[in-house]
């Protein structure tokens, strides 16, 4: 068959499509490697400090060995200035009875502070990442 002219006067060779390429693009999940997590725990040991607060009681004897006049009333427990002073009594024979102050104790108390070290177990957990081939 005659080719075709066009206005220039050149002629057009007919042109026939035997083949075709298409590409085409996927996504497929290919293992690349495997990783293993292990965790392990240790123990250690750790002082720490802590302050107690506390009590103190001194007691001091205090010597008085004064007679008690008759018909004076014992005299009781008191406190004076932070000691609390209890006295002590003793009948004596005369030619009547009287009652002696033999002594008075006074007791006093201080508030105390001690630290103290305490020594406590602690446990401390760590994770070891490994590479494992794809192969096993």
Do not use: C
């Amino acid at each position: 068959m005659p080719s075709k002219s066009d206005l220039t006067g050149q002629t057009d060779p007919q042109t026939i499509e035997l083949v075709e390429e298409r590409a085409s693009i996927g996504v497929r999940e290919t293992i690349t490697g495997r990783v293993r997590v292990t965790t392990a725990t240790e123990t250690f040991d750790e002082v720490r400090s802590h302050e107690l607060h506390g009590t103190r009681v001194e007691v001091t004897r205090v010597p008085v060995e004064r007679m008690l006049e008759p018909g004076e009333a014992p005299p009781g427990s008191r406190t004076e200035g932070g000691v609390t002073i209890v006295p002590v009594f003793e009948e004596v024979l005369v030619t009547e009875t009287r009652i002696v102050l033999k002594e008075e104790l006074h007791i006093t108390q201080y508030e105390t502070t001690e630290t103290v070290d305490i020594p406590v177990s602690l446990r401390r957990q760590t994770a070891t990442v490994a590479r494992v081939n794809p192969e096993g």
